[in-house]
């Protein structure tokens, strides 16, 4: 391959020839991808009304930021900053095309679909410099796209298409002879703004640099300076504003790392993370595939770089539902053990070469059908609890401040004020949460009496701890299979006994146009 040079010699993902061109494979390729989310997407629109729903709610505190920045000109959810994005530039560049086009609730499907779009071109140049045969290469992508949940990440609206892409590139910059300090360290920026987890990569890409590139330590430094610079002045804007250096998000993610003393949670997450993803076949091939280059450390940066963000991700980060915080280690960790396996001596027509990968397609085949099986419940989910949240607020509760959980819909469609009960959008919350002082009736009350609130949408297990005697149930909304809320339950109280009958009412109107997926109850009214 490549007259016998290492691929890193000669891979420019940028460089067009050889025998995948754009006229014959990539813009047909690129038609076909669109297509088929087209298709998904009017799939998982008729099965919510044809009203298309994110397949979470976090995608809508996306909008509700840029919604705010741009009425009221603050980075949170309410009148006060908080850092309740850890995504400080996806949710930034979703503020600019709301500034510039007009508010709109599709701009991240829109941001995804062409991220998804790049890193298919991504993969598809890299395998055309390594001579890979169109077909080999076409039957590879397509299987990580498909069976790595790539659909899945574009129709959450969140950043995690991205993610990968900026990791892709990163690590194509890294494997280069003499690689750009200057490139890496924007990269690094760009990564580490997208999600925090790219700061893992940064970080093992930065010893590969050190160790095998003897890359000068003033270079290393400008590189760590450009990665750690927007977690740094985002951090200290929030501690400026009574948060913390962290995002809200990833103080309650990550406090079983923050407040423990034990020396094991390393260890028994790593086992985890083995007991709940496809990582753990995958990191057993590439280990496989690691053993057979063992001699050659050059052609091994790729799964370096991912191997060691896998361990740092496992000790210190989380996993999501149907994988999608570690969404990017299965894909990478997928590709570039295809791009090692490609190293080994070929025998016989390419599609006979094809059995050396099926391993790689048996691993991500059992990783499919819980994504396909699993989007279209979460869009209906989301639609039948939180966005119907977020419309009878909208039309019944007008610029209230209310107690809610999630607060993501509320935030974009509704005008009125959310106190965010979990802490994600309010540093106040937020501080008592992390002193497990929050959910007592005391706090709860002392809160709301400060803030003015009648009214409250929370769940169950959330309602219990902080209980009030003067609190008057109205009502409730159930959402049927729910698999991605937090509780199929959402109960409606009214605060005092003043402002119960109008709650009862607005829920009994509101009930006539519900969606079937969200069954309504009143309380306390003779007609149901």
């Known amino acids: 391959m490549f007259n016998g040079k290492s691929v890193y010699e000669k891979f420019n993902p940028f460089q067009w020839g050889g025998e995948l061109s754009v006229k014959q494979w ?162 690094s920026l760009l990564l580490s703004a997208t999600r925090y987890e790219g700061l893992f990569s940064v970080a093992v890409a930065m010893v590969w640099l050190f160790w095998q590139v003897k890359m000068p330590i003033k270079h290393l430094l400008i590189i760590a300076i450009a990665a750690w610079l927007p977690a740094t002045i985002y951090g200290l804007v929030s501690i400026y504003h009574g948060g913390f250096f962290l995002p809200n998000s990833l103080m309650l993610k990550s406090t079983d790392i923050i407040y423990t003393s034990s020396y094991l949670l390393p260890i028994t997450k790593l086992f985890k993370l083995w007991n709940q993803s496809p990582l753990n076949l995958l990191s057993l091939l590439a280990g496989y595939i690691l053993y057979m280059h063992r001699a050659d450390l050059s052609k091994l940066a790729p799964l370096f770089i991912v191997f060691g963000t896998l361990l740092l991700h496992a000790i210190f980060g989380k996993y999501g539902w149907v994988w999608r915080y570690e969404t990017y280690l299965i894909f990478t960790l997928g590709f570039f053990s295809f791009v090692q396996l490609a190293y080994l001596p070929l025998n016989g027509k390419w599609h006979v070469s094809l059995y050396k990968y099926l391993p790689i397609y048996l691993i991500l085949f059992w990783r499919g059908p819980a994504v396909y099986h699993g989007e279209v419940i979460a869009s209906k989910n989301i639609y039948a609890q939180m966005v119907q949240m977020a419309r009878f607020a909208k039309t019944y509760l007008g610029t209230e401040t209310i107690a809610v959980n999630d607060v993501g819909a509320v935030s974009f469609y509704a005008n009125t004020t959310p106190m965010d009960c979990a802490g994600l959008s309010d ?34 297990h959330i309602y219990w701890p902080m209980h009030d005697k003067n609190w008057v149930e109205c009502g409730k909304f159930t959402t049927k299979y729910n698999l991605v809320c937090a509780d199929s339950t959402v109960l409606f109280f009214a605060l005092d006994s003043t402002h119960a009958p109008y709650l009862k009412s607005s829920l009994a109107q509101f009930k006539m146009q519900a969606p079937t997926d969200c069954k309504v109850e009143v309380y306390g009214l003779d007609y149901q």
């Not at 990539?26 to 919510?48: G, Q």
């Not at 659909?151 to 690590?171: N, R």
């Not at 992390?434 to 009648?454: D, Q, S, Y």
């Open 26 to 187: 990539l813009i047909p390729t690129t038609l076909v991808w669109l297509y088929y989310l087209f298709l998904r997407f009017s799939y998982i629109a008729s099965k919510t009304e044809g009203y298309f729903t994110y397949l979470l709610d976090d995608s809508y505190i996306h909008l509700g930021i840029a919604r705010n920045l741009l009425e009221r000109g603050v980075f949170g959810l309410t009148e006060n900053f908080s850092a309740v994005s850890s995504s400080p530039l996806y949710t930034l560049v979703i503020y600019l095309l709301n500034l510039c086009f007009g508010l709109n609730e599709y701009y991240p499907l829109f941001m995804n679909i062409v991220g998804s779009v790049g890193v298919l071109w991504y993969c598809l140049l890299y395998l055309r410099e390594m001579k890979v045969h169109f077909i080999i290469a076409l039957v590879v992508v397509i299987s990580l796209f498909i069976f790595s949940s790539i659909e899945l990440l574009v129709f959450t609206g969140m950043e995690h298409v991205w993610h990968i892409l900026f990791l892709l590139i990163l690590i194509t910059l890294v494997i280069q002879p003499k690689p750009n300090f200057w490139k890496v360290a924007l990269v």
């Open 427 to 460: 540093n106040q919350i937020m501080h008592l949460v992390l002193k497990g002082a929050m959910f007592t009736p005391e706090n709860f009350r002392k809160l709301a009496n400060e803030r003015k609130v009648n009214y409250a949408m929370v769940f169950p």
